[in-house]
Nanobody, 124 residues
Framework: VQLQASGGGLVQAGGSLRLSCVVSGGTFGIGTVGWFRQAPGKEREPVASIPWRGGIGHYVDSMKDRFAISRDNARNTVALQMNSLKSEDTAVYYC??????????????????WGQGTLVTVSS
């Protein structure tokens, strides 16, 4: 399984960005796709996740009112819409895949396959 994240960039506080994660190579074995982020000097943390086939997205509480995760199985893509961005959202954002179908938010260690990350910089 390969994952390719894109869509990061520089945005002003209060703005929006839409990240995209394209999944390829053995998508039949995917149960869950998640988005994570890692700010400079901090540990990687979960943002949101969604089952690969059916089901709703799940969010870290602090982001659920501003972020939305969605899935397009026809395009093998999972998107993360980020609104009302804050300077503390600055981080490298990663998508990851897990063969197990999971409900809720799980730590990075639960995921087997990772994309390369895309940098989001929010200027204040």
């Amino acid at each position: 399984v390969q994952l390719q994240a894109s869509g990061g960039g520089l945005v002003q506080a209060g703005g929006s960005l839409r990240l995209s994660c394209v999944v390829s190579g053995g998508t039949f074995g995917i149960g869950t796709v998640g988005w994570f982020r890692q700010a400079p000097g901090k540990e990687r943390e979960p943002v949101a996740s969604i089952p690969w086939r059916g089901g709703i997205g799940h969010y870290v509480d602090s982001m659920k009112d501003r972020f939305a995760i969605s899935r397009d199985n026809a395009r093998n893509t999972v998107a993360l819409q980020m609104n009302s961005l804050k300077s503390e959202d600055t981080a490298v954002y990663y998508c990851a895949a897990d063969p197990r179908r999971r409900v809720g938010i799980w730590p990075p260690s639960a995921y087997d396959h990772w994309g390369q990350g895309t940098l989001v910089t929010v200027s204040s």
